[in-house]
């Protein structure tokens, strides 16, 4: 293994002709696991730039968290390279702990410290403290300084949430490294979670955020997704949308049971899903005769039959690329 | 014939001077998808233990499956399966043998454990897997194979308290083919979720906010009375003034 930081220094990898500078960087980035060589983490390589909020997408047991823990230092890769800030990840841990903010998926706080003790104890570990950086946590913390005498443990869900992601800003990080902070969230909270990514991002910190939700793609200036390991694709939420390879039609019916099963006998339907109130369908003849369609449908006994031309969404490309 | 499999009459629980359930009334039709939605904290969880006859109510009435939530809660028991987020088969046991101890939790025969074991494996297509520990299956078998666990017995009603959190879309929707399908044979599910597309899939829908049943409506009845085009919209505009949510 050679060491990223000689040749990945910041800035070192550049698209021709701008000036964009790369913050993580990763090459060819592996994990294995045990005796049965699990492959946790396939070969990965991919750039994130200096204050972009990059989103890595996809289902549980993907990679992610693997993918994070490497990147943090906390685990070591079994192949390949990667820097974060200018930093290899495994000759420059020391610095590259002391230059990011980590809030890993599982609430990893001090349960039976408060709110206030658990702040103070990040602050100092960073040789800081609340009151030097308090700008920077200001507009999440106060919503929560009315509970700084609580335990940790006894806050709510979300309030949990605000806290440790205070707990990771408080030493001013450059990059913030957030696994999966908006699982098991109501959409309302989710929304709050991602209206202060935003406001973080204002502040020229990188930002890479996992989640499971497709939705929350659309909210990131940049998207990976993946599944078992490897990356699907890398591109902007718009750039995934616009790859997709097929016209795609939203189909509605009063009995969408058996709306779902008939499309999937239809001879040249290529996917059909359901895709909230609508079924999400392609087709291998671009359906010129959609009369056909319908007439095959109606004879399956589904009524009220609605079609559309349906704009494509970051989670119908997932599906795309998870089958092919 | 469509009958209420559940009837809730001002379904109150309170904890002390807390009300965490309050005065909930609605009904469920057998064979229905009824989505159960509200904020972390709105109180969903406290209603679905009463439902299943895990917890007492303070005031107000239910029937589950035509028993009483008070004094039957054993009948119900045995009429309906709950299958939440986490719900664990055993990882240490394979599938065959998950299968067996689930069955015969719920008292099946040895000659209806053999049909069923032989049609569910059939139907998830996990011949092949029959022998590996639960531990080794991709998340997505396990959660259908945990749903085809939970219904083993052919229950009245199965309560899912957030089956898909995590689960990639492909599987998701092969997921809710299962409910689909259960549904259409008549089975009613009492469903939770995160995910608003989900939401759309359900028959009716109702949303908790701060204990209270705030909304009930075919999801395409709640679109329009809130001037809304998706879901997401509706349930924002009505948990967003919520007290008890989790922020």
Partial sequence: MTNAGENLKEGSIQNPGTTVISSIVLLGLTKIYGKEKKVAVDSITLSVNKGELFGLIGPDGAGKTSLFRMLTTLLLPDAGTAAVGGFDIVRDYKQIRNTIGYMPGKFSLYQDLTVEENLRFFATIFNTTIEKNYEQIEEIYVQIEPFKNRRAGKLSGGMKQKLALCCALIHKPSVLFLDEPTTGVDPVSRKEFWDMLKRLKAQEITIMVSTPYMDEATLCDKVALIQNGKILSVNTPQGIVNSYPEKLYAIKSSNMYLLLQSLKKYESTIESYAFGEYAHATFRNDISDKNDLEYFLQKQGVEDIEMKPAAVTIEDSFIKLLKN | ?247
């Fill in chain 2, 1 to 247: 014939m469509e009958y209420s499999v559940i009837k809730a009459e001002k379904l109150t629980k309170k904890f002390g001077g807390f009300i965490a359930a309050d005065s909930l009334s609605f009904e469920v039709e057998q064979g229905e998808i009824f989505g159960f939605l509200g904020a972390n904290g709105a109180g969903k969880t406290t209603a679905i233990r009463m439902l299943c006859g895990l917890s007492i109510p303070s005031s107000g009435k239910a029937t589950v499956a035509g028993f009483d939530v008070y004094r039957q809660s054993e009948q119900i028991k045995k009429n309906i399966s709950y299958m939440s987020q986490k719900f664990s088969l055993y990882e240490d046991l394979t599938v065959m043998e998950n299968i067996r101890f689930f069955g015969g939790i719920y008292g099946l025969t040895d000659k209806q454990l053999k049909d069923k074991s032989d049609q569910l494996i059939a139907q998830l297509g996990l011949q092949t897997e029959v022998k590996k520990l639960v531990a080794d299956l991709p998340l997505g078998w396990e959660q259908k194979l945990s749903f085809s666990v939970a219904v083993i017995h052919q229950p009245k009603i199965v309560f899912l308290d957030e089956p898909t959190g995590g689960v990639d879309p492909v599987t998701r929707r092969q997921f809710w083919e299962l409910i689909y399908a259960a549904a259409n044979d008549g089975m009613t599910i009492f469903v939770t979720t995160h995910y608003m597309d989900e939401a759309e899939y359900c028959k009716r829908i109702s949303i908790m906010v701060d204990g209270k049943i705030a909304a009930l409506d075919t999801p395409e009845n709640l679109k329009k009375k809130f001037g809304a085009t998706s879901m997401d919209q509706v349930f924002y505009q009505l948990a967003r003034g919520a007290q008890r949510s989790d922020g």
